[in-house]
């Protein structure tokens, strides 16, 4: 019974990984991509707070 366990969340597990793997070939949505640039041309050039 342990075993038939380990399958089931071992399956589990890779169905999620390729999910996840899935979605992160995509990158984030393009709308997100431009409004982080525009805030960053926004903002300009930061170095370290001091």
């Known amino acids: 019974m342990r075993k038939a366990g380990c399958r089931d969340w071992l399956e589990r597990a890779e169905q999620l990984r390729v ?5 992160a070939a995509d990158g984030p949505p393009v709308d997100w991509s431009a409004n982080l ?11 370290p707070q001091r």
Do not use: F, Q
């Open 19 to 23: 999910r996840v793997a899935a979605s």
């Open 37 to 47: 640039l525009a805030r960053l041309e926004e903002d300009g050039p930061r170095g």
